[in-house]
C-alpha cells in the first residue's frame, strides 16, 4: 500500500510498503481521512529520534486520523462499515498490570502509531483494534476528528490537574498542545487561561478565544501582569506546554499557594528546581505521558461545542503532496498551528 515513509532521518518518500491487510476478529479497517501532523512526527524526521525511540528501520508516519469503517472483524459489536471514526492510536495489551490500574499509557509494551518501530497511519487505509476506535457524532468533521489525538493529551493534564470551578490558569507554550490544554481548561472548569509564549505571531490565535488572554513574553512581565490581575494571589492551574527550561521559572513567580502544576511538555534538558521553594508553597505535581481513557470525553466536548478546534487547523495538505507538508511542518513557522494531510476525501 503506498504510505508516507519515513526512511531515516529527513528522507521521506510517498511509496509502496508492505502493511496488514487482512483483520482480526477483534479489529476494524478504516479507511483513513484525515491525518494531522504531530510535532512527534516532525521530530523523526528532523532527528530520527525522540529519547529512547529511534527510527532503525522505514516506518510510516502520523498517529492523528480520522477515516470511515470499510470492514469490520466477527467480534467488532459497536461499530459497522459507513462510521465515521478517529482513532486512539496505542495498542493496548489488556493483560498489563497498568491496563488493569487504568493508566494502560504507561505500560512499555503499548504499540503508539508512528512510534518506532510501529508503523503510522498516512496512508489510505488501516487496520486497528475495534476497542481503541470511536465513532464521531454527526456534526464533527473529519478534520476536527483528527485533532481529538492532540486534545486528549490537553485532556489528561487537565483531568490530572483537578480543577475547580472559576479557578485561574496558566499555560506555558502556545503551541498545538498548549493551546489544547488551555482550552481544556476551560472547558474543565477555570474561569481565565493566560497563554504564554515568546513568538508573538503563535499568540494570534488566542483572539479565537474567549477565556484565553495571550501574553507575549518578549514585550510583558508575566508575574507581574498576573499578580496584578490577581491581587498578588497567582494562578491556581500550571501547565507547562513549551518544553523550555526557562518556562520552569514561572513556576515560582505566578502559582498561588497549593497551586497544581502539570508538566506537559517535553524538557529537552533536565531542569534544576528549587524544590525547598515549592514544597513552602505546598505545590502539588502531576506529568503526563500521553493519554488514558481521554478519547470518549474529548469527543462529547467538541460535540457539544464546548471545545472549538477548527481555528487551530490552518493548512491542509494532499495525500500526494505528504512529503511537501512535513517539509513546510518542519519550517516551524509561527502562524502554523496544525497542519492536516487529506489522505482521501471521499466518505
Ligand atoms: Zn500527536
Request: with cysteine.
Amino acid at each position: 500500500m503506498k504510505a508516507l515513509v519515513l526512511e531515516k532521518k529527513r528522507v521521506l518518500n510517498l511509496r509502496e510498503i508492505d502493511l496488514p491487510t487482512d483483520i482480526g476478529d477483534d479489529d476494524v479497517k478504516i479507511k483513513i481521512h484525515t491525518v494531522g501532523i504531530c510535532g512527534s512526527d516532525i521530530h523523526y524526521y528532523e532527528h530520527g529520534k525522540i529519547g529512547q525511540w529511534h527510527v532503525k528501520t522505514p516506518i510510516v508516519l502520523g498517529h492523528e486520523g480520522s477515516g470511515t469503517i470499510i470492514e469490520v472483524g466477527k467480534n467488532e459489536k459497536k461499530l459497522k462499515v459507513g462510521d465515521k471514526v478517529c482513532v486512539e492510536p496505542q495498542i493496548v495489551n489488556k493483560k498489563s498490570k497498568e491496563y488493569k490500574l487504568g493508566m494502560y499509557n504507561y505500560d512499555q509494551e503499548v504499540k503508539f502509531w508512528a512510534t518506532p518501530p510501529i508503523h503510522g497511519c498516512i496512508t489510505p487505509e488501516v487496520i486497528f483494534p475495534g476497542d481503541m476506535v470511536f465513532k464521531l457524532p454527526e456534526n464533527i468533521s473529519y478534520a476536527e476528528g483528527a485533532m481529538v489525538e492532540p486534545l486528549a493529551v490537553g485532556m489528561q493534564g487537565v483531568t490530572k490537574a483537578k480543577i475547580k470551578p472559576g479557578q485561574i490558569g496558566l499555560v506555558m507554550g502556545c503551541g498545538p498542545i498548549g493551546l489544547v490544554t488551555a482550552l481544556a481548561a476551560l472547558a474543565g472548569g477555570c474561569a481565565q487561561v493566560y497563554i504564554a509564549d515568546i513568538l508573538s505571531d503563535k499568540l494570534k490565535i488566542c483572539h479565537h478565544y474567549s477565556g484565553l488572554i495571550p501574553v507575549d513574553l518578549t514585550k510583558e512581565d508575566l508575574s507581574s501582569k498576573i499578580m496584578k490581575d490577581t491581587n498578588g494571589w497567582g494562578i491556581d492551574r500550571f501547565f507547562e506546554c513549551s518544553g523550555a527550561t526557562k518556562a520552569y521559572e514561572a513556576i515560582f513567580s505566578c502559582c498561588s499557594p497549593g497551586a497544581h502544576v502539570v508538566i506537559i511538555g517535553m524538557n529537552a534538558i533536565p531542569v534544576p528546581m528549587d524544590w525547598s521553594i515549592l514544597c513552602a508553597k505546598g505545590l502539588e505535581f502531576q506529568t503526563v505521558h500521553r493519554y488514558s481513557h481521554q478519547y470518549e470525553p474529548s469527543i462529547k466536548l467538541l460535540e457539544m461545542g464546548k471545545i472549538n478546534v477548527k481555528p487551530m487547523i490552518t493548512h491542509t495538505f494532499d495525500f500526494k503532496d505528504s512529503v511537501e507538508a512535513f517539509e513546510r511542518a518542519a519550517e516551524h513557522r509561527p502562524t502554523d498551528v496544525k497542519l492536516q494531510i487529506l489522505v482521501n476525501d471521499e466518505k
